[in-house]
């Protein structure tokens, strides 16, 4: 039961917390990571399996999350999935062998996949062209406030409680929202336009926007992009601990600049998309994000490691931001009543990607400030493939014969 609908701002709140869900899960974990290892005396790789198996089971439920909203509405699957969320982590806070924590955090995954799915569900069924991007764009600045203060939060629980008064801090969050969310979150699909949860008609749904050649370039621009980002973050805790020799609280050095960067980059873009239109933007967004690479590989190069490395991830996060609200947006533009399922299969690629990144590149590659500065270029000059690959693709639907 909801009051009347809120307004633009509430709902902007309200949709930016839905998909904080995701970062609160990931995270605000990252700086107690030696400590569970430690604790629970499981090796580094068996630690960081924590994180992407986080990554790998909320790549999965995104599938579904996507069409169960489609089916029954925004609100019953946003505030189901809170439920086993917050009970998933009061169990994970009395955990004593790292395996019982494996099982939880998948859980823990496969609920919070619910809010990035949902909320972008939920600006779709409310906004269409410009509007989506502004929109998206508002809400990813405020999440970028807390993306730099969750972490933080993190750090500082874990170093005066422990590791386990994380998830029992999580928890409590999520039985805030709950509230929050029963009162005032509005349903947003009517039941006129919901899609029916059948098999085959699912399936169909999947293979619409999975074989839609344009979705999938845009989403792999994308998710390029964001695992970039997610490299540095995931190897944050390495980063400052090991080649700076800081303690977990230091872990702001690698996040403020990324947060610094995307606050920046909303600025630019609420300045210049109306202006240049989504192809001008999106050149200016990789052009920088072509500085921030070629400047983060010189650096991690030629200088040892300092507070000097953290400058080009500034840079990188100012064109990643730019772009982001273009490509998700022109990604979900032609879905219509699929964006649930074209949401899911956006949420699927980009965390199912990052659970890989988080437990197989990450591990091979944080030893050394060179090997990770040259893994994530090799990201961003693939997704910008991709990116040329439909900007050519467009101009020659354009010029073709009819």
């Excluded at 090991?242 to 690698?254: E, F, K, N, P, Q």
């Amino acid at each position: 039961m909801t009051s009347n609908p809120p307004g633009s701002m509430v709902l902007v709140l309200l949709l930016s917390v839905m998909g904080l869900l995701n970062s609160f899960g990931s995270d605000m974990l990252l700086p107690a990571l030696p400590q569970i290892g430690s604790n629970l005396s499981a090796s580094p790789w068996e630690t960081q399996q924590v994180v992407s198996l986080f990554f790998l089971t909320c790549a999965l439920m995104s599938l579904w999350h996507g069409a169960l909203a489609d089916a029954w509405g925004r609100r019953r699957v946003i505030i189901g999935a809170l439920l086993v969320l917050m009970l998933a982590a009061l169990a994970s806070a009395y955990c004593s062998d790292i395996r019982q924590l494996w099982i939880l955090r998948a859980i823990q995954g496969m609920a919070a996949a619910a809010g990035m799915v949902v909320s972008r569900a939920i600006v779709r069924d409310r906004h269409d062209g410009l509007a989506v991007q502004h929109l998206l764009s508002r809400i990813s600045l405020l999440q970028t406030i807390a993306f730099v203060l969750v972490p933080i939060l993190g750090a500082s629980i874990t170093v005066a409680w422990g590791w386990r008064a994380l998830f029992l801090t999580f928890a409590g969050i999520c039985l805030v929202i709950i509230v929050i969310y029963w009162r005032w979150l509005p349903e947003t699909l009517s039941g006129a336009r919901r899609q029916p949860l059948r098999p085959m008609a699912l399936v169909r749904s999947y293979l619409g926007v999975l074989g839609s050649a344009s979705f999938m370039r845009l989403t792999a621009a994308h998710v390029a992009n964001w695992v970039s980002m997610v490299a540095y973050v995931v190897a944050a805790p390495v980063l400052v601990m090991r080649h700076l020799g800081l303690d977990a609280t230091h872990i702001y050095l690698v996040f403020g600049p990324l947060a610094l960067g995307m606050v920046f980059g909303f600025w630019l873009f609420a300045r210049i998309a109306g202006r240049h239109g989504p192809e001008g933007t999106l050149m200016l967004a990789y052009g920088i994000l072509g500085v921030g690479t070629l400047l983060n590989v010189g650096l991690a190069m030629a200088l040892p490691p300092g507070l000097i490395h953290f400058l080009p991830l500034f840079v990188y996060a100012i064109g990643m931001y730019i772009a982001v609200p273009l490509l998700l947006g022109l990604g979900l533009e032609p879905m219509g009543n699929r964006a649930g399922v074209a949401s899911s299969c956006q949420m699927f690629l980009q965390h199912g990607t990052s659970a890989l990144v988080a437990g197989l590149l990450v591990p091979l590659l944080c030893d050394s400030l060179a090997h990770l500065a040259l893994g994530v270029a090799c990201l961003t000059a693939a997704g910008t493939i991709s990116l040329l690959w439909e900007r050519q693709a467009i101009r020659h639907a354009v010029t073709a014969p009819a």
